[in-house]
């Protein structure tokens, strides 16, 4: 299957000069990825022009103009509410209406979770997006979330955060090292919602029905066996 992802060109430290760079190099190395680059066209196709190589991808780059940038410093709520034709407001936009399956943003990330939540919203069963990070440990990666500033998310919102992440890993690991971890998150996911309940169900009785997010992560290992 193709990948079709949106590329915040304008976002990021350093702008045109990284992320367009980037995208070809993205290009080179995934064979089946196609590319949206989103921001000011002029500038865009300035940069490309840089990069010869690049007019061996026409077939499979896109430019999308976008009138405005949201800075680092604008609030999460002043990009939402006035920035309607930013680079990330349309890159976001773009997913939504089905032109791409993915966005890559080095831009603001405050702004970028307020305007995916608003314009995407979250599946049943997750009250707020998160933010993963792989990080190096001397027995391969640990992946931790949220790497946001939530300092007051609830127990439950945890929850949900180690079955997301648990599901992230399942699709991006080789497949012989996801069957045991597939499974295991399964049976922790459902042991810690009966350990919140504080109650166990009857003897010959069923038990009680499964929280959305464990019928995802079921969905996830019945995918991958």
Known sequence: PTRRSSDLASGGDFGFPVTVK???NALGIYKDLYLHFVGD???IQKELNKHSIYKTFLDRISITHASEVINMDDSPSTALRH???SSMRVAIDLIENGTVDACVSAGNTGALMA???FILKTIEGVDRPAIMGSLPTLNGHIHVLDLGANVDSKPETLLQFAIMGSIVV???RSEEHTSELQ???YLVCRLLLEKKKNTHPPPHHPPPPPHPMCNLAQASVNTHT
């Open 115 to 117: 305007i995916t939540r």
């Open 83 to 85: 920035k309607k034709d």
């Open 170 to 172: 399942q699709n991006t």
């Open 41 to 43: 066209e002029k500038s």
């Open 22 to 24: 980037a995208g070809i």
């Open 183 to 185: 499974s295991q998150a």
